[in-house]
């Protein structure tokens, strides 16, 4: 059982990082059991392939399980578990595209070649299972063991609930790797495709050999006024026509319009926390008080602790007040305005401790009490004669036990008690030789020894009550009577505006919200008016949705629904009538510049200049004087001679003509095969495009938002 005590001994995991699996985090949004009235019970689909939601969540909690292993953890917050949520449909969305692509043309990964990658220990999520020996590395022996010993007591029940997560996420990173493996095989025939020869390479050579310093002028589209130069709806329409193939969305969204209202406390509500916690203070006073229990009934945000702390672990507003306070002396309630809380605290004791402590610890079991304390004695006289306290762990089963350093950060902020034998030797941080401490368990002991300490510094004990300012059920009601009555009063979206200014409400705007849009204005809990979202026809509104942490009241009304396909012009107009605007501007500054030198330009109105230093041909140089990318200006300074201006050139910030101050060549020589080679790993940048063309041209329809 070697193999288990070691995965026993492991500790946390590192969170693993995978490539087109895209593993992510526990999810713990409900789930949302399947209403009778749901004709549909898919998920969506993807090339008229449909997904279940029985399947998406069988695949949802492999994934959680996977991470809740490798993280240790159980909680995570609203974004996180939205976050799952895509994670988990874009790697099922991805997976699917691979694999049909490779059974196309007979792409496959065999058993026989996932058996290699484990033996040699190749993939980088080896590195993160447990199966992992004393250097850290994958060992591959420690796996195969695992494996014989879980498959040799799969009838043992206690056994396969303490391994079965194990077990789950072993098999998890073995599919992983399968698909990884399958994905490097794509992308490999689609790189060894780009193959250089000489005259590209050549070509390729002298371009990137050399940077260019240039001087430029500039004259910035945003000096020519706009009704000078303004678009009208045909040439909208024309250009959008043009290029409308860049604006297809893969899926349907909905523009709405919004109002929402966060409920806070009211001063009432602030001058009855500030008297209650008054009242608190007072009970401080009382030498003999049962801080814990206080602090506890209080609710406060900062759990008591007989454990002294740093200052830095206290709250900021406790830290700047705490030098100055007298050993039991209550301070408070004041007020923090950064957060709206109010707090008070007592200073209990002050004294200088070592941050840091070595230790070494062996715990020590029997069959019952008098068994143990025999053992530990036995044990104890042995560690003082001179045996080898890794020797005798190591017996025990308890490896890597030794020297261990204990620091301040591992207890300061949690609640503790100083009925912790170990914990209270370890704060107290005093050298010594072996000793005994007993447990709360009669029939557990611990030997351990004191090796080093370091780092003196001041630490406090002190109970501190701090909460936050909340609204009473009197203020949200009062808020809540008032947002009825407005929701009540809006049956279409020109009365939501109309009486949103009346009531002093704002409304607001979101478009485009789609099927994979977790929050209405970044606020929590707004699933339930992201689902009546989808479910709405254009015009109506919605009725009144209690969300965020219980604090928010919202309406909605759905504006315009875009439909699956291109864009709708109307979301596109802005940008497009601005690329017309300035074309024309483009047009009309060339039109006045054509034919000048640099310095008669220099001396025109709106003109800016500036210089520019080493940029390639390659790479867009950034104009300071328009603030802005150029990649024409590379390809324009690449062809010229030096001291040698060029003609005007149209850029996206305005048009420029430049002159060639200096030529730099980058030095080496030519190097036929590096050329090639670096021609060719331009396959490996075009693959990657190539599988997320494939995902993006997919036929997909995404309907989570109705489940989860």
């Known amino acids: 059982m070697a193999t288990l005590q070691k995965l026993r001994n492991m500790g946390p995991l590192l969170v693993i990082f995978v490539g087109l699996a895209l593993f992510a985090f526990i999810a713990g949004d409900a789930w949302r059991l399947f209403q009778s009235h749901t004709v549909d019970q898919n998920v969506g689909s993807i090339n008229g392939e449909e997904l279940s939601a029985v399947e998406f969540q069988k695949m949802y909690e492999e994934y959680v399980n996977a991470v809740k292993f490798a993280r240790g953890t159980n909680a995570l917050t609203e974004d996180e578990m939205n976050q799952v949520k895509d994670e988990v449909w874009s790697s099922y969305i991805s997976n ?108 390729n050579y002298e371009a990137n050999s050399n940077t260019y310093d240039i001087e430029v002028v500039a004259y910035p589209y945003s000096a020519v006024k706009d009704d000078a130069c303004s678009a009208t709806d045909s040439e909208i329409e024309e250009l959008y026509n043009q290029k409308k193939e860049n604006y297809k969305q893969a899926y349907e969204s909905r523009n709405i319009k919004y109002v929402s209202y966060r409920v806070t406390p009211s001063a009432a509500d602030r001058n009855e926390l500030q008297a209650e916690l008054g009242e608190y203070a007072d009970s401080l006073g009382n030498d003999n008080a049962d801080y814990a229990s206080i602090a506890r009934l209080a609710g406060s945000e900062v759990a008591y602790s007989e454990m002294p702390w740093q200052k830095s672990a206290y709250p900021e507003e406790v830290q700047t007040r705490i030098d100055s306070t007298a050993i039991n002396t209550v301070v408070g309630p004041f007020y923090n305005q950064y957060d709206d809380s109010y707090t008070v605290f007592k200073l209990l004791s002050k004294s200088t401790m070592p941050d840091s402590v070595q230790y070494s610890a062996l715990m ?82 611990i030997i351990y020894r004191i090796t080093d ?63 994979g849009t977790h929050k209405i204005a970044n606020i929590s809990g707004t699933k339930e008016a ?142 036929a095969k590096s050329e090639e080679e670096a021609i060719k790993a331009m396959g490996a940048r075009e693959s990657y495009r190539l599988l997320t063309e494939l995902i993006q041209n997919a036929d997909v329809e995404d309907n989570r938002y109705r489940f989860f």
């Open 364 to 445: 020590v079991n029997a069959e019952n009490a008098e068994k143990t304390a025999a053992l530990a004695d036995s044990l104890l006289a042995a560690l003082k004669g001179g045996a080898d306290f890794k020797e005798v762990s190591k017996k025990y089963n308890q490896e890597n036990n030794d020297n261990i350093w204990f620091t301040s950060a591992m207890y300061e902020g949690m609640p503790m008690n100083n009925s912790n034998s170990m914990l209270n030797a370890l704060v107290n941080g005093k050298k010594c030789d072996f000793q005994i401490l007993d447990t709360e368990n009669p029939a557990s002991k």
């Open 96 to 203: 699917q595209v691979l694999q049909a692509e490779a059974e196309k043309i007979g792409l496959t990964v065999t058993t026989a070649e996932l058996q290699a990658i484990i033996d040699a220990g190749a993939s980088p999520l080896l590195a993160q299972t447990p199966f992992r020996n004393d250097k850290g590395a994958f060992d591959k022996d420690i796996l195969y063991n695992f494996l014989n010993q879980y498959d040799s007591n799969k009838e043992n029940p206690e056994f396969t609930e303490q391994y079965k997560p194990v077990y789950d996420y072993w098999k998890f990173i073995e599919k992983t790797i399968m698909l990884n493996t399958l994905t490097e095989k794509y992308q490999a025939l689609v790189e060894n495709s780009y193959i250089g020869n000489p005259i590209v390479a050549q070509s």
């Open 530 to 671: 992201l689902r009546w979202i989808f479910e709405a026809n254009e015009g109506e509104v919605s009725p009144l949705y209690e969300c965020g942490d219980n604090d928010y009241l919202m309406v909605a009304a759905l504006t315009e629904i875009n439909e699956k396909g291109f864009a709708p012009i109307n979301n596109l107009r802005p940008m497009l009538n601005n690329e017309i605007v300035n074309d024309k501007k483009a047009e009309k500054i060339m039109a006045e510049i054509n034919g000048k030198k640099m310095e008669q330009i220099k001396g025109m109105e709106n003109i800016k200049t500036c210089e520019t230093r080493r940029i390639t041909f390659s790479a867009p140089a950034y104009i300071s004087a328009t603030a802005s990318n150029e990649p024409a200006i590379c390809a324009v300074a690449s062809k010229l001679n030096e001291g040698e201006e060029s003609a005007p050139i149209k850029g996206k910030g305005g048009v420029y003509v430049i002159k060639l101050v200096a030529k730099n060549p980058k030095g080496g020589e030519y190097n």
């Open 453 to 515: 300490t370091k780092n003196p510094v001041e630490k406090y004990n002190a109970v501190v009550i701090k909460r936050q300012n909340e609204f009473s059920n009197d203020t949200y009601n009062e808020a809540y009577n008032k947002f009825s009555q407005f929701v009540a009063s809006c049956k279409e979206v020109a009365e939501l505006e109309k009486n949103a200014e009346e009531f002093g409400f704002r409304v607001m705007v979101q478009n485009n919200v789609h099927t």
